[in-house]
């Protein structure tokens, strides 16, 4: 099994005609992601690389019996067309572009909580079931099928990690983009039942950074509920207090709220092992394989 995203994803592309949804869907379709359809309004009737593009994710939807989308817009549509795939019941949905509106993201947040429908991102590298299918713009290359799970806020941090891995005869499970904005769709705590339920996943990855408090209640999950070994990553630990640093939530506040330390704490107080970089993450997932088997 995978998480999310496999072989029987049936996927749509809002954004198909643009030039990164164009040249992604050619990435995606080379993988051997099954693109069932694309979306642009006004372009309904072309096809893009053999994929027939609709007006609507609704007509989308109907046409092909997708059951996801990846949104490749600019920030400032991504509303209207997480709004129209959630009218459209689509049940993941998987959102691109950095620098969204908070607002615009907090309605699409809790309007996405009142459908049970999952929502991705923003600012997230995409889904990726190695082997099996991918949405989103990762370079697929060095991910390797196998059976550790990540999900990361920090694209980059999660190329290094898995490069890593895949050098060293370790593969992933699924590994999830759960993007760096203030007002994430999904967060580690809805995503870690998926990798502990999930028998293909021996191990998980979290990479996390400063801000929020998104570390510190996956690690209330993890106590009560992990069985699986989870090892952390915090990246910013050199960041000063009250100045957000790349992402739009790694920001420490000035009473140390969000710091590196206090997600450190918690995520040890639950059980976790703790790295120090992304080599260290991968040292450690090695001992611990070695000790399952």
Do not use: W
């Not at 990553?233 to 957000?244: Q, R, T």
């Amino acid at each position: 099994m995978s998480i999310i995203i496999d072989e029987k994803t049936r996927l749509i592309v809002q954004g198909i005609t643009g030039r990164e949804g164009t040249f992604h869907t050619e990435q995606m379709l080379a993988y051997g992601t099954n693109v069932v359809a694309g979306v642009t309004p006004g372009k309904g009737g072309q096809t893009v690389l053999g994929v027939p593009v609709f007006d609507t994710v609704k007509e989308a939807v109907e046409a092909t019996d997708a059951n996801a989308t990846v949104i490749f817009v600019p920030a400032k549509h991504t509303q209207a067309s997480v709004f129209e795939a959630l009218d459209a019941n689509v049940p993941a949905i998987l959102t691109i572009a950095e620098h969204v509106p908070a607002h615009d993201m907090m309605s699409c947040y809790h309007l996405a909580r009142m459908k049970g429908i999952r929502l991705f991102g923003p600012n997230s590298f995409g889904i990726i079931s190695p082997g099996k299918s991918k949405a989103g713009f990762m370079a697929h290359s060095i991910f390797s099928p196998g059976s550790v799970g990540i999900m990361s806020r920090s694209a980059t941090n999660c190329y290094e990690t898995v490069f890593m891995m895949t050098n060293a005869g370790i593969g992933q499970s699924t590994c999830v983009g759960v993007g760096g904005d203030m007002i994430p769709g999904a967060t580690f705590i809805d995503l870690l039942p998926d990798f502990e339920n999930d028998p293909e996943t021996a191990a998980v990855v979290i990479i996390g950074e400063i801000g929020g408090s998104e570390e510190e209640l996956a690690a209330e999950y993890i106590r009560k509920n992990m069985t699986k070994p989870v090892v952390a990553l915090i990246a910013g630990k050199n960041a000063p207090k009250g100045k957000s640093m790349g992402h739009a939530g790694a920001i420490v506040s000035a009473d140390g709220t969000g710091s590196a330390e206090n997600k450190e704490n918690a995520l040890r107080a639950a059980g976790c092992h703790i790295a120090e970089s992304t080599v260290h993450i991968v040292d450690i997932i090695t001992a611990t394989l070695k000790e399952a088997n």
